[in-house]
């Protein structure tokens, strides 16, 4: 069969699909601190009204995720997008309520809007139009997940490592403004821990100093971040986010620590980071050779890319392009998201959704309804057409 998106120009119900955002953006499900029972419940009842087998998956008590799976046969193809928010903050920063959901000039208004539950708005409706079109929906899956905004560790990744999301070709939906994300960058984040030995501060030549030495090793760390670059994500970085150290003015401060972010472009290896770190204490030690530092690396997330010619990139953007009747653009992400989960289980995956990322977290997130509308539309083309392989 070819589908175009004319096809579904009057199968798409804009009300219903502005009415679900805005009931979803009025729950407030806000991690931190992580809740998301509420909404939750509410996209459960949704894919139960499409006729789906639905089932809750809880990492943390009351911080549900829900799977929804369509007929009996292994998912071929997932939709995974998340449902909590990040907090609002001061309200009297937001010119409307962050979770009113208010409608003007074309745009919802509200936290969660674009980011995410405008794009789990959009799939459900994709879904609602495939039905109404009688197409398969067999093998098709939805997850819609729970705390993606504080690193996915208690929805997208257990549900992956539990072997319950295990479709071979994936759509993570975020904002991307309908571009199409075929890589990503991953985030490293390391401790850097410096001794030094304690003594008086009038006789800083009795003791060893560990400010003194995280110094001097944190001006080399960015000189070792390679000078290398991805096409669609760009080079690595380097921050350094936290230092502590030191107990009082007067004494030689016998411990620093340092927390350092290093995003890594696909093809970088935890072990390339330990080098290039040692690298930098390395050349801090020629200056002080007594320098005693180590490197701890709590959390490694990978990095990812994949390949321009995989169906789940070439099939979204075809439909990311008919739905908005011009090209679409494919990019990368130098920040997250609970795609890297996938495909570090080999999953083919792309993250495309409505909504716009420059508003996301801020206190003017909103989104444009004509373009959730083509959201929709893109995926129910997207979805059909990689079912149908
Ligand atoms: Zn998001």
């Given at each position: 069969m070819s589908l175009s998106a004319k096809d579904f120009d009057g199968l798409i119900d804009r009300k219903r699909l502005i009415d679900r955002l805005q009931t979803m953006v009025r729950i407030p499900s806000e991690?931190?601190?992580?809740?998301?029972a509420e909404v939750a419940s509410l996209v459960k009842s949704y894919c139960a009204e499409l006729g789906f087998d639905t089932s809750d998956h809880e990492y943390e008590p009351g911080r549900p995720s829900v799977v929804a799976t369509a007929g009996?046969?292994?998912?071929?193809l997932c939709y995974c997008s998340h449902i909590d928010v990040v907090p609002a903050g001061d309200?009297?920063?937001?010119?409307?309520?962050?979770?009113?959901g208010d409608v003007r000039d074309g745009r919802m208004h509200g936290r969660g809007s674009s980011d995410a539950k405008g794009p789990v708005a959009a799939a459900l409706e994709a879904i609602e139009i495939l039905k109404a079109a009688g197409i398969d929906l067999a093998g098709f899956q939805f997850a819609f997940v729970a705390d993606e905004e504080t690193m996915g560790l208690k929805g997208a990744k257990p549900l992956v490592e539990a072997g319950l999301l295990t479709a071979p070709t994936v759509i993570v939906g975020e904002p991307t403004s309908l571009r199409i994300v075929r890589a990503q960058r991953g985030p490293c984040w390391f401790r850097l821990i410096v001794k030094g030995v304690a003594g008086h501060g009038s006789a800083p030549e009795r003791g060893v100093n560990a400010i003194k030495h995280m110094a001097a090793i944190l001006l080399h760390l960015e000189e070792t971040l390679p000078d290398i670059s991805h096409p669609v994500v760009g080079g690595p970085s380097i921050n350094v986010g936290t230092i502590s150290g030191g107990e009082k003015v007067n004494v030689i401060p016998a411990s620093c620590i340092a927390e350092v972010d290093r995003r890594t472009i696909p093809g970088e290896k935890i072990e390339d980071i330990e080098a290039q770190v040692q690298v930098a204490i390395d050349r801090a030690r020629e200056r002080f050779p007594d320098i005693d530092a180590r490197i701890e690396i709590p959390h490694f997330g990978t990095p990812f890319e994949v390949s321009l010619d995989a169906p789940v990139v070439t099939e979204m953007v075809r439909a990311s392009g008919e739905a908005q009747g011009s090209e679409a653009e494919i990019i990368g992400f130098r920040g997250s998201s609970d795609a890297r989960f996938f495909a570090e289980h080999g999953a083919s995956v792309c993250v495309c959704g409505p909504g716009d990322i420059t508003v996301?977290?801020?206190?003017?997130e909103s989104i444009d309804l004509d373009e959730l509308e083509r959201g929709a539309i893109a995926y129910a083309l997207a979805f059909a057409r990689l079912l149908e392989r």
């Open positions: 991690n931190p601190p992580g809740n998301e009996s046969d292994p998912p071929a309200p009297s920063l937001w010119d409307a309520d962050p979770y009113g996301a977290h801020t206190a003017r």
